[in-house]
């Protein structure tokens, strides 16, 4: 079971990134996934989450206040693949970004320790 998240870099304010989560070993369909960042000096915060695809949720979405209207989550279960479009990046945007999977029906989930899966973290950098 493994999760790669990718798609991070440098980029100016109001500019856009598309992080990616993959998976491997697992279906993303039947799980949770989040998307959290840990800034420098900062706890893990948590974005975003979707609920799973499996036919015993709606898929639905959640978002944190600060990047409501900027970021979307989704999923592409061909590619088994969840995605955040990032856009109108701000420099408080400015984190390691992890994405992390839940089985089970709570609902939202936002909390670290909600997660059972973690992938390894990508930089986002939001700089003028």
């Known amino acids: 079971v493994q999760l790669q998240a990718s798609g991070g870099g440098s980029v100016q304010p109001g500019g856009s990134l598309r992080l990616s989560c993959a998976a491997s070993?697992?279906?993303?369909?039947?799980?949770?996934i989040g998307w959290f960042r840990q800034a420098p000096g900062k706890e893990r915060e948590g974005v975003s989450c979707?609920?799973?695809?499996?036919?015993?949720?709606?898929?639905?979405?959640y978002y944190i206040d600060s990047v409501k209207g900027r970021f979307t989550i989704s999923r592409d279960n061909a590619k088994n693949t969840v995605y955040l479009q990032m856009n109108s990046l701000k420099p408080e945007d400015t984190a390691v970004y992890y994405c992390?999977?839940?089985?089970?029906?709570?609902?939202?989930?936002?909390?670290?320790?909600?997660?059972?899966?973690w992938g390894q973290g990508t930089l986002v950098t939001v700089s003028s």
């Open positions: 979707i609920n799973s695809s499996d036919g015993s949720s709606d898929g639905s979405t």
């Open positions: 992390a999977a839940a089985y089970g029906r709570t609902w939202p989930r936002v909390r670290a320790i909600e997660y059972d899966y």
């Open positions: 070993g697992f279906s993303l369909d039947y799980y949770i």
